[in-house]
C-alpha cells in the first residue's frame, strides 16, 4: 500500500505522484485534516471535497491527518535547471523569461484507472461560518467551469483593466493545484501574455528557493533600515476600505468580500500601503495571506517586495502609483461602482501629494546605503 500526500497538487490529471503510485501498488490519498482560520482554508476544504469525489471514482480512499508531508507546487518548468551562462540564478525576470520560453514544456500526465479492490472513506462536513460560506459560494468548486468563462483573445489587451474581467481568476486554482500550469499551457500556449504570467509565477518560485526567507526579509537589505512607521489604525483603514481613495478602497473590498483582488488594483493598495501609508509591506504580506484564496507564499512575496521597492526585480523606489490617476488610466469606474456602496463618502486620509514628497524623503534616509 503507497501513501500519497495531497497538498499543493489537489488534483488527480497531471498528477505524476498519483500515477505512478497507482502503477505500483494499491494507493491511500493523505491530506491534512482542513481548519477553518484563513480564506484559502475555506477554499481548500471546498477543494478537498471535489479531490475525495474524484479519488472515490478511481477506488482511492482519502485521509485526513494533522499532519502531512506537504509535496512541491507544479510548475510550468523545471526552474532548478534555469541558470545564467555562468551558471548562477538569474536574479532579473525578462533574462529568466527569455531562457523559459527556449524550453519546452512536458506533456500533461493522463488521469490513472481506477485501482482494482477500490475502497472509500467518509469526508467530513464542516459548518462553515458565515464569511466562509459566502467566500465558498463565489468560487466554482469545479475549475473547468472557470476555464469555460475565460475568453484568452481579450486578455493581452485588457488584463490590466478591472473593469473588464478579462484575466482568467485561476489563481485560488493554481495556489492549491486543482489544475496544473502545464495543463493551462496545453490548452493557451499561443497567447504568449497569458504564459508569461504563469512564468512570473514560476520566477516566483524560483526566486523563494533562493531567499526562503522572502516573506520577511528584503532583497535589496538596506530596506531594513527603511524608516516605517507602523499605525494599527491606519492598517485597520486600509483593510476596510476606508482611505477614501476609491479605487483602493473598492479593491479592499473586493479582498473581503471574496478572497480575490484584481492584479492591477492589487498593486495599487499595497502601494498605497507601504508608500503612502509608511507601513511595513511585511504586515501587507501577513493581511494578504489570511484574506486570499489564492495566498501563494512565493507570489505574494515577490510582488509585495517588487511593489515595495525591496526586491531584487522590484520596480524603482520613486515609482509610487497614483491612485487618482490609476482609476482613470485603467477605467475602473465600473469596477469601483461594483464595490463600493451608493453612500460611500469618506474622507482621504492623506493627501497624495504630500505622502508621496514623505515617502520618497524616507527613503532618501536609506538610500545611501545601497
Ligand atoms: C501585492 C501583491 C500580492 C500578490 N499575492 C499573490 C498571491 O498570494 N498569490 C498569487 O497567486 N498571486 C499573487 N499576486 C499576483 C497576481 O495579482 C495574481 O496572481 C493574479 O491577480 C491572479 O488572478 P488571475 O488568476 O486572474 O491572473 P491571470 O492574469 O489570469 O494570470 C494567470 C496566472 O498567472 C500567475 N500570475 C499572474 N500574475 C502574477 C504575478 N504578478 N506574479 C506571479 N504570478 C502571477 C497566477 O498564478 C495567475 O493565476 C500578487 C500581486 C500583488 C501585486
Redesign the pocket.
Known amino acids: 500500500m503507497i501513501e500519497v500526500h495531497f497538498h499543493h497538487n489537489l488534483r488527480v490529471t497531471d498528477n505524476s505522484v498519483l500515477s505512478e503510485a497507482m502503477a505500483q501498488d494499491q494507493v491511500v490519498a493523505i491530506a491534512q485534516q482542513p481548519t477553518i482560520m484563513t480564506a484559502q482554508d475555506v477554499f481548500r476544504y471546498q477543494q478537498l471535497r471535489r479531490l475525495h469525489r474524484e479519488l472515490a471514482a478511481l477506488g482511492v480512499p482519502l485521509v485526513l491527518k494533522e499532519q502531512v508531508i506537504k509535496d512541491k507546487p507544479t510548475l510550468l518548468h523545471d526552474v532548478a535547471t534555469v541558470v545564467t551562462k555562468q551558471g548562477t540564478p538569474y536574479k532579473v525576470f525578462t533574462p529568466f523569461y527569455k531562457a523559459c520560453l527556449k524550453r519546452n514544456v512536458r506533456s500533461v500526465v493522463a488521469k490513472p484507472m481506477q485501482q482494482e479492490a477500490p475502497f472509500t472513506t467518509d469526508f467530513p462536513q464542516l459548518a462553515l461560518p458565515q464569511w466562509a460560506q459566502k467566500i465558498s459560494a463565489y468560487w466554482p468548486q469545479d475549475v473547468q467551469e472557470v476555464l469555460a468563462n475565460f475568453t484568452p483573445q481579450r486578455y493581452a489587451a485588457k ?1 490590466d483593466f478591472p473593469s473588464e474581467q478579462a ?5 485560488p486554482y ?2 492549491v493545484g486543482a489544475i496544473s500550469p502545464v495543463q493551462l499551457h496545453a490548452t493557451f500556449s499561443e497567447y504568449e501574455s ?1 504564459i508569461r ?2 512564468i ?2 514560476d520566477f ?1 518560485h524560483y526566486t523563494l528557493a533562493q531567499y526562503p526567507l522572502m516573506a520577511s526579509e528584503p532583497l535589496r537589505e538596506h530596506f531594513n533600515h527603511f524608516p516605517y512607521q507602523r499605525d494599527e489604525q491606519l492598517q485597520v483603514l486600509w483593510q476596510q476600505g476606508k482611505t477614501g481613495y476609491p479605487l483602493v478602497d473598492a479593491g479592499m473590498r473586493e479582498l473581503y468580500a471574496t478572497g480575490y483582488m ?2 492591477r488594483v ?2 495599487v493598495c ?1 502601494s498605497f500601503f507601504t508608500k503612502h501609508l509608511l507601513q511595513p509591506w511585511q504586515d ?1 504580506v501577513k493581511y ?1 495571506s489570511e484574506q ?1 484564496v ?3 507564499l512565493a ?2 512575496a ?3 517586495q517588487w ?1 515595495a521597492g525591496c526586491g531584487i526585480d522590484a520596480s524603482p523606489y520613486f515609482r509610487i502609483f497614483n491612485p487618482i490617476t490609476q482609476r482613470t488610466k485603467f477605467k475602473a469606474e465600473a469596477y469601483i461602482k461594483k464595490w463600493l456602496p451608493a453612500d460611500y463618502n469618506v474622507l482621504p486620509i492623506v493627501d497624495h501629494k504630500a505622502a508621496r514628497a514623505r515617502a520618497l524623503a524616507a527613503y532618501d534616509m536609506i538610500k545611501g546605503e545601497n
Open positions: 488584463r484575466i482568467s481568476y485561476l489563481s493554481l495556489a497569458f504570467q504563469l512570473w509565477r516566483a484584481h492584479n492589487r498593486m499595497a501587507g494578504f486570499l489564492d495566498y501563494d507570489n505574494n515577490v510582488n509585495w511593489v
